[in-house]
Each structure stands twice: as C-alpha cells, then as structure tokens.
C-alpha cells in the first residue's frame, strides 16, 4: 500500500523513529524538568538507638534514623519540612496506631551529611543559606532524621509498653515547579543505648 509517494510502511517506521526519540526527550524536558525526590531507609554504626534528655524540664527520647533522598529529576528539591504523620506500635499482644502523634513530638531535626561524612544540624525555617537541604539534580543525599519523643506524652507512654515501632515520616520539598511530599516509614527497636527499656534518663542524640 502506497500514501502518495511514500509507502505505509515507511510512514509508520518514521513515526516509531520519531516517539522513540521523543521518550527520553519528554522525560529531560517534561517530567525531568521537576524534582522527584524518593526516600530509603540506611542502617549503619551511625544510627542511634533511643536516648534519653531532659531539657527545659521536659524529658525526652531522641534518635537518629539515617535515610537516603535520591533526586531522579533534573531539577534541584530543596527540603523545606519534616513532620511525623504516624506511628504503628507492636509488642506480643499485637499493634496500636498513633494517627495524631504530633502532641507528642516536642520537635524534629535535620541532619546532613556530606561526602567526607561530617555532619551539620539543618535550620529548615531560614530563607537565606539552603545548605544541606538540596538535593541536586540526579543525585543522591545522606540525611538523618532525629525526632525527639516527649515521655509524658500519649506517645510516650505507649513507646514504654511496646518492643518496635514503624515511624511514618514526611519531607515537604519545594523545586520550581511545586510543591510536595515524599514519605518514608522506619521501623526501630523501643530500647535505650544501654539495650533496656524506655525508662531511664540517659543522654540526648
């Protein structure tokens, strides 16, 4: 079959030739053309088990959960916010969920870490110096988050009571197309530095 002076098959051929290279051309300048930044869980000799503190006459428990963000946009994400959205407590007995645990988080910090492994405790609410909260273009960032538990909370008490608990953490970024959020779920024995329970006051992270 002909269409004019060119044959179908030739037709079709040209249009696979051109939605073929038009894939990675749509990906660069399309959906690359954002950040879209993924979290993963890391567990190494750097991440903590649970501490005790007492600041301000408020006691404490803190960690640090080590993640991986990694950026497949070509777009920077710069992160703007940490919030915990949900925790799930499990002992023999079985599980509870904490849907509202923020009553119990006197707050939680940011740790960046750069490519010589030095680390530096972010400040998410200034707007002057972004450093440690990019993640570049394609490319990878080592970050800690470190939630720090009241103990007289609802929280807190039933952190006493229970062997693990799955932490449901959000980051909001912000690149120049939007703003959104990019969850991760770390799930951590509920013991101290010294291996016991949540009960005695120790030191902070």
């Known amino acids: 079959m002909s269409i004019g002076p060119f044959s179908a098959g030739a037709v079709l051929g040209s249009i696979a030739t051109l939605v073929g290279a038009g894939?990675?051309?749509?990906?660069?300048?399309?959906?690359?053309?954002?950040s879209h930044i993924s979290l993963s869980r890391l567990e190494t000799i750097e991440d903590s088990e649970w501490r005790d503190g007492r600041v301000d006459g408020n006691d404490r428990w803190s960690r640090r959960i080590l993640i991986r963000a990694s950026n497949n946009g070509w777009r920077d994400?710069?992160?703007?916010?940490?919030?915990?959205?949900?925790?799930?407590?499990?002992?023999?007995?079985?599980?509870?969920?904490?849907?509202?645990?923020?009553?119990?988080?006197?707050?939680?910090?940011?740790?960046?870490?750069?490519?010589?492994?030095?680390?530096?405790?972010?400040?998410?609410?200034?707007?002057?110096?972004?450093?440690?909260?990019?993640?570049?273009?394609?490319?990878?960032?080592?970050?800690?988050?470190?939630?720090?538990?009241?103990?007289?909370?609802?929280?807190?008490?039933?952190?006493?009571?229970?062997?693990?608990?799955?932490?449901?953490?959000?980051?909001?970024?912000?690149?120049?197309?939007?703003?959104y959020w990019t969850t991760i779920e770390a799930t951590t024995s509920l013991e101290d530095s010294a291996g016991g329970d949540l009960q005695t006051p120790n030191d902070s992270a």
């Open 77 to 179: 994400g710069v992160i703007r916010d940490v919030v915990l959205n949900q925790v799930i407590l499990s002992d023999s007995s079985g599980q509870s969920i904490v849907d509202s645990p923020e009553s119990g988080v006197e707050k939680i910090e940011l740790e960046h870490f750069d490519r010589s492994g030095e680390k530096t405790r972010l400040t998410l609410q200034q707007r002057t110096n972004y450093g440690g909260q990019i993640v570049g273009g394609r490319d990878d960032e080592l970050l800690a988050i470190i939630p720090f538990i009241l103990q007289d909370s609802d929280l807190g008490k039933s952190m006493k009571h229970a062997d693990r608990g799955t932490f449901s953490f959000s980051l909001q970024i912000e690149d120049n197309k939007r703003i």
């Open 23 to 34: 894939t990675p051309l749509y990906y660069r300048y399309v959906r690359g053309a954002k």
